[in-house]
T-cell receptor, first 113, second 116 residues
Framework: GENVEQHPSTLSVQEGDSAVIKCTYS??????FPWYKQELGKGPQLIID?????GEKKDQRIAVTLNKTAKHFSLHITETQPEDSAVYFC????????????FGKGTKLSVKP | GAGVSQSPRYKVAKRGQDVALRCDPI?????LFWYQQALGQGPEFLTY????????KSGLPSDRFFAERPEGSVSTLKIQRTQQEDSAVYLC??????????????FGPGTRLTVL
């Protein structure tokens, strides 16, 4: 089955700097890669997703890139703000299932004012 | 409209008690997923429903875990004879599409279960 590795586990940046989180996956058949932001005491909230027919997707300060050959995808946050502080999870679709997601272990992002 | 809601938000159970966790998906969503999230970890899949049919329960950790969605809307996750290792946040997610389509999953706030 699918396996997703995520790093770093913690990331601290200064307000205004960029943050990059990287994930690798094992199943070359996976075709859907969402990123979720989870704040303390809340459920995961989708912030951006990408499908395997696209190499890059951008939404304001957030962008995701996908390298199918290398089987890795990355989240880029530019001009970070204190409210970006949260735990971020990458995920990949489990193609052997009914559509459930396999998640990475998460990255705790801290943005210092 | 409203997002996915779950109740209760917090549940404390004594070891050996039975618990029931409720999920109200987004209205009209065909697919419903349950995930378990241990402290400091990513969510892990438990079970999947398409309408009222439970098509995948491969992630349920033991036969003490049971889920249902009798009318294809609200779902209940039941854990019998709770054990300390069941302590976790239980997340429900729904998506508009049915099986075979990788569709956006919208998560509820979760139920934090603590077993003493």
């Amino acid at each position: 089955g699918e396996n997703v590795e995520q790093h770093p586990s913690t990331l601290s940046v200064q307000e205004g700097d960029s943050a990059v989180i990287k994930c690798t996956y094992s199943d070359s058949a996976s075709n859907y890669f969402p990123w979720y932001k989870q704040e303390l005491g809340k459920g995961p909230q989708l912030i951006i997703d990408i499908r395997s027919n696209v190499g890059e997707k951008k939404d304001q300060r957030i962008a995701v890139t996908l390298n199918k050959t290398a089987k890795h995808f990355s989240l880029h946050i530019t001009e970070t703000q204190p409210e970006d502080s949260a735990v971020y999870f990458c995920a990949a679709s489990d193609m052997g299932s009914q559509g459930n997601l396999i998640f990475g272990k998460g990255t705790k992002l801290s943005v210092k004012p | 409209g409203a997002g996915v809601s779950q109740s209760p938000r917090y549940k404390v159970a004594k070891r050996g008690q039975d618990v029931a966790l409720r999920c109200d998906p987004i209205s009209g969503h065909v697919s419903l997923f349950w995930y378990q999230q241990a402290l400091g970890q990513g969510p892990e899949f438990l079970t999947y429903f398409q309408n009222e049919a439970q098509l995948d329960k491969s992630g349920l950790p033991s036969d003490r875990f049971f889920a249902e969605r009798p009318e294809g809307s609200v779902s209940t996750l039941k854990i019998q004879r709770t054990q300390q290792e069941d302590s976790a946040v239980y997340l429900c997610a729904s998506s508009a599409a049915g099986t075979g389509v990788s569709d956006t999953q919208y998560f509820g706030p979760g139920t934090r279960l603590t077993v003493l």
